[in-house]
């Protein structure tokens, strides 16, 4: 693989997530290898069908849901995104949004070996169960460093 077809990979794969949908959920096989790994705070799985059984169930479980990615680089070993994940849990109006980073790994093909997403899931997620949520959040302020 050259240097410049990582940025094509990457380009191909950041096209697919932003325009990922409930009813596209098929291109992520043209951009993902069929031994594609996947993990993030709640999943890791192995190959294509499984990666794209977790976004089936996100869109299950989520109305509304769309990535924007916001920033991207191309390092020597793998390339990187920063997104903003906004949806609306199914039955309720409010749109939440979950900020995080994702690593990619791409073949001699272009095609995505590994992606690894990368983000806080108690301050973003657990901290907004209600009695979860307090717990974590006196956690974070005894763990936290004192401010000057």
Known sequence: MTDAEPAAGLDA??????ALTPDRLDTLRGVCSENVRFVDPFNDVQGVEAFIAVFRHMYQTLDDAV????????????????????????????????????????????????????????????????????VLRRLRGFLAAPTV
């Not at 794969?13 to 932003?18: G, K, N, S, T, V």
Request: glycine letters at 8%; hydrophobic letters at 45%.
């Open 13 to 18: 794969y950041i096209a697919a997530f932003e």
């Open 67 to 134: 990535f924007d990615v916001t920033d991207r680089a191309v390092g020597s070993d793998a390339s990187y995104i920063r997104w903003i994940l906004s949806a609306r849990r199914k039955g309720n109006s409010a749109r939440f949004t979950i900020t995080g980073m994702s690593e990619i790994h791409f073949d001699g093909s272009g095609h995505a070996i590994l992606h690894v997403d990368h983000w806080d899931a108690a301050a973003q997620l657990y901290e907004r169960v209600p009695v979860l949520g307090w």
